[in-house]
Each structure stands twice: as structure tokens, then as C-alpha cells.
């Protein structure tokens, strides 16, 4: 029967891929169509806000202590009442993160003490060469929320005075 | 030597000193006992509570007197509660435990106490990465607080104390290091407590704020982010910085410093200098610098400085390439042989000065020095010796200061020779005025402006002070330009000379030059020559090389003998024959003399490059580069060696390293050292800057070297005593106008420092109160001072009918001068 055995496994083989084609699609139509990403995706930093329009970053510098791939560059500079980007003293003037060294592992979303720093749900990432690829503040920044104003904003003295806020129990 | 205690610490056995704290004792072992209030150079205050220890002694028969034993061993009896190591002195046979779990568990409830209000502001706070508090809580502190939170307490986070220190309230513990600072290292009590309980503040009493110019040292030895300065408020996080041994260059002190550098995106990508800390030298600053050496390090970025070389062409300086300036300047050098003069000053290094010193020597012209105080062939023979130690200094030792107020000119020796006056040794102070430091000594010496030199002749056969002076064990006389000129100091270093000579090359014995700048000394060491007539040089001289002097700047009337400035030519210099010389500038800054120059050659800043000064003291220290030079500039000694190489004069232009080798082989002070040597360093007490902040505060470890002191040379080549001049007794309608040194000056370095620059004000003159009065003035008011507005201000120490000028302050003044003053 040594002439009957191809015929079988083609047979085999056959019937496969009929069979596949009545199940259900797996593959999507990217970039027509793109897959919802899991809650906790790590993606594009976004620098966040206080509803009041506050950039959370306060120019700590802790995410880049905590980068293992020594990505994120910070500097900071000292807030006012006439010129307040974030609550307390201090904000980030400069925030850089140079995505072509980002491994994505969310350590610097870890290390946050304002939660600040978030890993987002944007992936499509390209760039035409190196420079191009170290985001500065102004794109990782999110838009300003509709109650809030945009920074600098110009407040009253005494009004920001902590820089972290207030955790009322750090445990939950 | 004091006698020997042997105890027990954690069952290691050390022999310490008697009356040594426990603290310390653990320490020489390795055994980290927390502390917050105590500080190695303070005395123990017992405060916080934080080093809380388990002490056992032996059991003594009260019948006997003997210590009692039990199996063998004395009986150990411990006390019912804890001790604290910082207050508690040893004793023989003690037994400290550190870590048994009664001490860790106060250990830990101290820091418990401590954070109750604490803002846990460590991401936002100057000190977080290198904080006291930080670091014991993770070694010691327990992981969660018992106590409400929200009871926590708010207090004011940005309080001003001065315009250099901030204040924030919520995170002080208390612990008063700052306020014991300033009133046992620094003298000056500015600071204290107030209120008290959980209310309890720093304040500060003076008027302007924190009124020290120590203040920036209360920042490196206050264990928490209480108080930081201004200068660096947010400029980066301590883990972020790189740091580079450097020497303060703003006085003759030579204090050890590191600078902390960092890549900034706000300086357009730059590496910058964020801070300067002082570095541990337990002979130079101990761990202590003066707020100038802290603060005016602005002058290395200022974007003023020179970048390129400069060449006159058609009257106007235009950018030209190193090639070409370096040919021109070779070319009107080697021309000029003989008739070429260079004139630099000790604000260079010691290889930039014995470099340009090869020069002057291989064209057989001269090399000058620009100063305004003589008497460097004196220190150079007469000067303190190896082994020299102000530490060491106390009963026996007889420190005279003569026409120097340390103070301003040499802030570190004030708090040296302050200690050494504590510890017991007797302070002489001759000035024709009060200084700061008269507080502290036991003799005070007053003249006349003028009769310096004649009134140290006399001084040995004076009563008290004739025998304090004579029969002392040591005796150093430090001798500065307070009122001087070069003349006057030179005498007075002659007068000085004299009471040291017997005792020449006995360590802690000798005399010192309270030099205007940090490298002075190292000029005489390398045979550079005074010079009082400048006007006569620029008249002689067929080219003048100018390294790192600005005397067109201190001095404008020198300019009528310059054509590019035509129009300021007064009408009888213009007659002169002699054609004006050619002018080489190598400096920093367009100054007032580079202005003037034909060919400028820019050089690197002392942060930008390596080095070595000599200290007054004539201790050969190395600097490190911190931070890439600024545009196209060279180090003064490359340059130098690249001008030599143009006419074929061999010259080490590549590393600094090899200048000092051949110093050493050829100017008999430098005999055998080398930058190895200077880099040496052996174990310091206290112990700084390792893995426990808590106890040393911030101050660096020195691990770049402790520098050398240069052997003396036996023979004075210099003129010695000149006692020539009688001094200026000015009539009835003149002054005495005396220049003065003033910490802060508008030299470049504090006036690119903006912190400080507010400090100084503007051109004034010191008069004392009743010669305002016949002048109808009030403070504040204008006078003119020989053509010059100034502010008048009003101190009772000056004179009467003196005006006292400080230099650098915009009015030309090279030394004591008959001035007419008048309302303005
Ligand atoms: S995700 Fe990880 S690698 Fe990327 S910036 Fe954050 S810490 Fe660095
Ligand atoms: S993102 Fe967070 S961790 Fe990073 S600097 Fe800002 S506040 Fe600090
Ligand atoms: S003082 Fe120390 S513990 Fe307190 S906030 Fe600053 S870094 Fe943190
Ligand atoms: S400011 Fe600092 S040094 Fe002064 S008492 Fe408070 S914690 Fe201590
Ligand atoms: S009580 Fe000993 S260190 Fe404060």
C-alpha cells in the first residue's frame, strides 16, 4: 500500500485547512482595525494632570533613578504663585525619555511618587533616526482636562504648598 | 599621651584615649552608632536621642575597691535605662552594646518620634540621596509610623533665612547643629531656637538674615533637607552629579573643595557646575569652606568668556585661529628677546607660572608678578615648614596676625586661628584698626597706618608681648596688606621676618602671607619678581605677555600709554619717544586690559583643567578638571609651551603632570615632588563622607590628596628690608585713604554669582562716624574720593580722618594714598 500512503496524508491535510476555513477569524486587519489593549499594557508614557489642570510631575528625577535602561532624563525648576506648573516647589522643566533605550517594564510608573508617569495604551511608535526618538515633555503631556486650566497657571500664595499629596492610607 | 581605656563594643575590644565618647570610640572600630545631634566637631549636646545605648561597667567592691569577679571575668553590671554614646566619655572595662535589642528598639522609636511631623518630602527635597534621616530610617527605623496621621503638623516650607540659606520648618528636627555651628565653629550667633515643644523654629537674629559667611556650612552638617541654599535650590539630585576634586581659588587658604557636575538640557546641553562642597583636609579646611568659595563658582559658565583667539586688525579685535596668534605672538616675542616682559599673577597655577617663567628666562626677558603685597622671598625662606599643623596649635603656641584682617581675606584661617585662641594659644593681633578676629585674642597691638614695620621691630622688647612672642614654644607670624601696599608689605614681611628667623624649619613655626590670591605664594616660589612701577615697564618694554592679571582694569590711568585708546591719552604722556609695546592678553574675560591687547589668547578656567596652587601656608595642592573647556581656550601653561615652540624653545605643553616633574628637578622647593605625591592621602579623624552621612554631614572624603608642604629655601634671594618711605602723615585738609580686602569685592568671580553680588553693594568707603560728621555726611550719602562718586559707609572701627578703600571696588588704589574726599 505504499502507493495509497501519500494520498492519505494529503487527504489529511486537506481536510485541515477546509476545516480552518469555517472557524473562527483570528487574524485582525491592522491598521484598519486595531485590537483593544489589555488593561495592563505597557505602552507610550503619558505625563499626567490633577483635574485642576496641575501637571502631577514634580521633577523628582525618582523614575530615572529607577530606570533600568537609564532612559529618562529630568531637570527640575521651582514653582511660584505667579508661575505654577505643579503643586509644592518644584516641577520638571525638562522631561526627556529616549524610547529607542525604553524597555517598557513600567519601573518608572513604579517609582512615581505622584503617580505622575503612566505607561499608556499607545504603541505605534516610528522613528527616522535617534534624535527623533527622545520624546520631550510637551508629548508625553496629556491634554488639559475640561475643568482645569493650563500650566503655568497663576495662583494664590499659600494654595499649593504639598508637593505629594496627601495619601490617607498608603496601604489601600 | 593621654592615658589608654580599654572597652568592650559589641564584643570587640578597642583601646581609646580617655575621654572619648562612646560614639567615637565605636567609630574608630567601624560600629555605626545613629546619631543626629551629635557632630565630631562639636562639643555633645545630648539632644535627640538618637544614639541611645546599652552601657555596662564593672561591678567595684565599695569595701575593697576591687572589681568584683565572676567566673573569671568582672561582674558587668548594666544601667537600668539607656545611655547616650555622644554625651557618655568611655571608661576601662566598660561594655557598650549598640545593637542588643533594647538599644534597636529605642533606635527605632526615636525615629518614630522624629517622623510623627515629618513631611516625607524626600522626592522634592535637596537632600534626599544623601540625608541622615533617610538613611538611618532604612537602617534603623521601624516600617510603619503607630501615629494619626493626619494629626501630622504643618509649618512654612520656604523660608528665606538669608539670601543664601532657605529654611524649610516642617522638616527641621531640631537637632541644633546649625545654631552650635554658628556659635562654637563660626563665632558668629545668628541663629537660634524659638518657641518651643512641636512649635520650636530656627530663626535667625541678625539684620540682613543669617549674617555669616559660613552660613553655606550649616547646609552640609544639618542632617535632614532643613536648610539648603539657594544657589543650588532644585538643581539636581545628588546620585545625578559627578564630582571632581578641585582647590577654592579665591584666597590664599587653599581650601580642599569637589565639585559636582552635571550634563544640563537648561545650559543647552552643556556639562555645568551645580555646587561646590567642601572636601576633607584636615590640615587646610578641615570640612569647612567660606560661603565666597561656595558661591561664586559662576564665573566658569558666564557667557561672557573668552572662546576664541583675538588679533587687532585695523585697530578692532577680530577672531583669528590658534596658528595664527600663536605665530604672531612668537614672532613679536622672539623679536622683542630681552626688551620682552611677562607679567602674571598667583591667580595662575604653579605649572602656568614656571612655564611662563621658562619663557621670560629663555628670551632673557622678565618675569613679573602683579601684586600689590611683597615679601614672598621671606615666606619662601622663613615659611612654615612640613609637619606645620593650625590644628596642632595651642598652649605654647603664640600666633601673631599683623595688617591682616583674616576675616575677609582668609576666612578658613579666622576659624583656625579662632580654635587654636580656644585651645589656648596666645592670639597677638597688631592692626591700625579692629578686625573680627580681636574677639579671640589675647594681646591687640594698634598703630598707625604707616608705622607697621616700625612697630613690629619694637614688639619683642614690649612687655607681655615681647615675652609671648619671645619665649613661645612656636610662634607663626601671619602678615597680611591690611592698608599696604607693596612697599609697606615688604617692610613689614622684613619686620616679620626677623622674629621667626631663629626658629626657621621647625614645624609649626614660621611665617605666612596673607596673600590677595590663591596662588601668590607659588609665583615667589618660582622666582617671579614684584613689580611696583608698572608704568615704567609698559614705558620700557617692547612686548608685555599679561597672563591672568587686569592691571589696566584696577589701575586706568596706566592706559595713556596705549594708542587704541588715543583720546584717554593725557597730554604730557603723549611726548614720550618710546613706541607703545605690544600687548599679548591670556585670560578669561575681555577685561579692561585685554581691551587694550593686540592679541588675545583665551584660557581655561581652574575648573577646566588640572593643576596645582600653593597654598599660603606654601602647601602644593592639585586641582582635577570638572566640567569641558569653554570653546577653543587652552590651559595657560599649553599655551605658553605652544608660543615657546614656535621659536624653538622646548616647553611642556601636554600634561600638567610633567611641568611638576620638571619643577621638580629644577626650582629647589618643588625638589622631589610629583603629582603621585600630591595625590596622597592618608586616613583623616572624624571620620567623613562614607556610607553614614549622619555623622560628618556632606562634606566629601578626600581621596585626591592631602597636598605637600614645599621645603623651605635656606637662602633669600629677594631684596629683604626696604625701610625706605617715611610713612604718609597727610595735613589737615587730606586723608590717609588705606585699601582694604573685603570678602566680597566686585572682582569677576562674586560679581558673575548673583547671590552675592547683591551682598557687596556698590563703590564705597569706610569712614569712621566723627570724620563723616566733619565731612557733614550721613551713610549712604556720595563723596568724591580724588575724582571717584563713592557711597559712604560708617564704621567706628576705622580711624578717624582715614578713609579705608576696599579694592576691587572700583576705585584704583595700590596702596595707602594722600586722597582729598569731599561731599559730592
Ligand atoms: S518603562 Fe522602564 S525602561 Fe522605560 S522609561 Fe520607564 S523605567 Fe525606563
Ligand atoms: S514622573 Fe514622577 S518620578 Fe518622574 S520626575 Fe515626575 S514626579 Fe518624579
Ligand atoms: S529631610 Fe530627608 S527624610 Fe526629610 S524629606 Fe528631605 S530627604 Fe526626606
Ligand atoms: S535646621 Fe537642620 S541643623 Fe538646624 S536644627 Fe534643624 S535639623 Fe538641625
Ligand atoms: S543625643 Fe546623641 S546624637 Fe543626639
Redesign the interface.
Known sequence: MRVLEPLIELRRGLWTTLRSMFEKQVTTQYPEHKRPVKARFRGLHVLKRYDNGLEKCIGCALCAAACPADAIFVEASENSAEVRYSPGDRYASTYEINLLRCIYCGFCEDACPTEAIVLGDQYELTFTNRRAAIYTKDMFIEPVPAAGKPTPQKTGPGMFTRSVPEMKDPSD | MTKQVTLTIDGQQVAVSEGTLIVNAAKQIGIDIPVFCYHPKMEPVGMCRQCLVEVGRPVVDRATGQVVMEDGKPKIQFGAKLETACTTPVSDGMVVLTASEKAKANQREILEFLLTSHP??C??CDK?GECPLQNLTLAHGAPASRFI?DEKQ?AD??VPLGDLIWLDRERCIQCARCIRFQDEIAGESVLAFYQRGRATDIITNSEPGFDSIFSGNTTDICPVGALTTADF??G??P??MKAAASICSQCPVGCNVTLNTRR???SGGKVVLKRVMPRQNEAVNEIWICDKGRFAHHFTENEHRLATPLARKDGKLALVSWDKALGLVAGKLADAKGEAVVLASGRLSNEDLFNLKQLADGLGGEALLYTQMGGGELTTAYGVPAGTNFAEMGIGTTILVVASDLYNEAPIWYLRLKQAAERGATLILANARETKLEKYSQFVVRYSYGDEAETICGLAKKAHVGEAITSAENLVVLYGSDGLGLDGSSALAAACAELVKSRAGKPNNGLIGVWPRANDQGAWELGFKPVADLKAVFQKANVVYIAGADPFGDNPELTSRIPHHASRIPQHASRSTHPAPFIIVQELFLTETAKLADVILPAQAVTEREGSFTSGERRAQRFYPAVPARGQSRADFVITAQIAAEFGLELEGRFAARVMDKMAATVKTFAGISYRELAETTEQWPIVGRGDLYYGGTTYENKQGLGVILALSPSPTGRGARGEGKPLRPDEDHWLAVPVTRLYDLGITVATSALLKARTGGAHILLHPDSAQKLGLAAGEQVELNGNRLEVRLDPTVPVMVALVPRSMGVPIAGPMVAKIKAA
Do not use: C
Open positions: 516625607l518630602d522626592p522634592v534626599g496621621y504643618h516650607k520656604r535650590r532644585f539636581a539630585r546620585w545625578e544640563e538640557a537648561k
